[in-house]
């Protein structure tokens, strides 16, 4: 389990998704499930590329919608916000987009942290 993420200092469109999704395949080499929210940006891009059915696509989940406490990715953003980075106050925005990158990017490898992240964004019933 990974944890792959591209900042952005601008609005993400369509294109920098699918930017995002053709690095990353080239980077693992191998097929990707994807778990997406259902932001009209993520829908417009998998639009696009079911018409071209990637062999690389093996899957497709979506989250439900208007539900944020199930987005696992939620639970490592707010590791990064509340435990992390808590009491950090950068003189400037490159500085803050620094500390997220290198907070993000420590996490790539955390797997319990990662399977954590899933568990506790799991229904609870």
């Known amino acids: 389990m990974g944890f792959s993420f591209r900042l952005s200092r601008d609005n993400i469109y369509t294109p920098d998704v699918l930017a995002f999704l053709s690095a990353l395949r080239r980077q693992l080499r191998r097929l990707l499930l ?3 929210d259902r932001w ?13 059915r990637p062999l690389w696509l ?31 106050l950068p003189d400037t925005l490159e500085q803050l987009h620094e500390a997220v990158g290198f907070s993000f ?14 568990y506790y964004a799991k229904p609870k019933l």
């Open 40 to 52: 009209s940006v993520h829908g417009a891009a998998i639009r696009r590329l079911r018409r071209c």
């Open 58 to 88: 093996a899957g497709l989940s979506w989250l439900p919608a208007y539900a944020p406490e199930l987005y696992p990715v939620k639970q490592v953003w707010n590791h990064t916000k509340y435990s992390e980075l808590a009491n950090y």
């Open 105 to 118: 990017a420590s996490k790539h490898y955390h797997s319990t942290l990662l399977r954590l992240s899933f």
């Open 34 to 36: 994807l778990v997406l």
